[in-house]
């Protein structure tokens, strides 16, 4: 193959999350050159077997250092920036992280004539009292100011094997006698696949999705948070009591719990703030269609997903309530 007959190169960042990984594979089932864009690359190495031998290759980037950020676009043709976090730590800041980190992808692609794929969050909002929403709205304003032609995806809560919603409720309910919903767990989800965004990302890499146009991916269903705990307590086999919590008291707790360091809370007093809003996909994108459906994706259902990944929080195994031998 000559070097005019390679194709093309993607260059992806933040590609060993929780989302990125699954882009990664979409991509390579396609047959694209992947330049993995991580901070550690060291510790991406678990992505080489979703592609053939030299498809997936691995540069050290991190968003907050733009040299190292133009760097790793050169030559790409297209960028997808899949980084984000939910709750700050050091100088990993939102507006590090999320604002500042995607306008130095948006440059970097625009200087390189690469397309780019953002990905950002339902919610992303200037105005948001929501420092994570705040943020995302910033960079999704930048990143259509700086590449007029980018497509911007944004996720509902996404779930999956590695996610950070099921995973960490199901997890929290083996030891607490009892499960808090914010202010009666009314704020409305809508719940996507990581599978699902994955393959909208990739449809737009293979030039299926309209430029410049922001598109809002939702599951099949809309959830009041207390109905996704409800699904996954019953997945899970286990009988938790969902009590109420007053948004106060849970944003006491996440201020106490965020000064412990190197531990994960459970939740922040942003992500208190964020619950004040349902999550879902708005009537305008689907009247537009700038949707899943819009690009041709069936939406999946969580619980035809989630056995498959929450077996191990049963309190016997993946045989509990099957009356199998544990």
């Known amino acids: 193959m000559t070097l005019a007959n390679l194709p093309p190169l993607v260059t992806v960042f933040g590609g060993s999350g929780f989302v990125g990984r699954h882009v990664v594979r979409a991509l390579a089932k396609r047959g694209y050159r992947i330049r993995v864009a991580v901070r550690r690359p060291d510790l991406a ?3 080489q077997p979703l592609g053939n031998v030299g498809q997936i290759s691995f540069v050290q980037a991190n968003l907050r250092y733009r040299q190292s950020v133009e760097r790793a676009v050169e030559g790409s043709d297209c960028v997808i920036n899949c980084v984000g976090i939910l709750f700050e730590t050091g100088r990993n800041t939102f507006d590090a992280v999320q604002d500042f980190g995607a306008r130095a992808v948006a440059e970097a692609a625009k200087n390189a004539k690469a397309r780019l794929i953002h990905i950002s969050a339902i919610g992303a909002d ?3 009292e929501s420092s994570y929403a705040r943020s995302k709205g910033r960079a999704e304003t930048a990143v259509l100011s ?8 944004r996720p509902s809560i996404v779930f999956g094997p590695e996610d950070s919603f099921f995973n960490k409720f199901a997890d929290m309910a083996r030891f607490s006698p009892v499960l808090p919903v914010i202010s009666g767990g009314k704020t409305k989800l809508q719940p996507v696949y990581v599978e699902d965004v994955a393959e909208a990302v990739a449809r737009a890499a293979d030039g299926k999705a309209l430029p410049g146009k922001i598109y809002e991916l939702g599951g099949p269903e809309v959830l009041s948070f207390r109905e996704c705990l409800e699904i996954m307590l019953k997945v899970t086999a286990r009988k938790n009591p969902l009590v109420s919590m007053p948004a106060g008291i849970a944003s006491l707790i996440g201020s106490i719990a965020s000064l412990i360091p190197f531990v994960s809370p459970p939740i922040t007093p942003d992500q208190v703030r ?4 349902d999550n879902v996909v708005s009537a305008k994108a689907e009247k537009e269609e700038r949707t899943l459906k819009g690009l041709g994706v069936t939406p999946t259902m969580a619980t035809s997903v989630l056995p498959s990944y929450l077996v191990h929080y049963r309190p016997h195994g993946q045989y509990t309530g099957t009356g199998k031998a544990a």
């Not at 700086?146 to 995806?153: G, L, N, S």
């Not at 964020?274 to 809003?277: G, H, I, Q």
Request: proline share 0%.
């Open 146 to 153: 700086i590449k007029k032609d980018a497509v911007i995806f």
């Open 126 to 128: 200037e105005k948001s």
């Open 274 to 277: 964020l619950l004040k809003y």
């Open 45 to 47: 190495g678990f992505l």
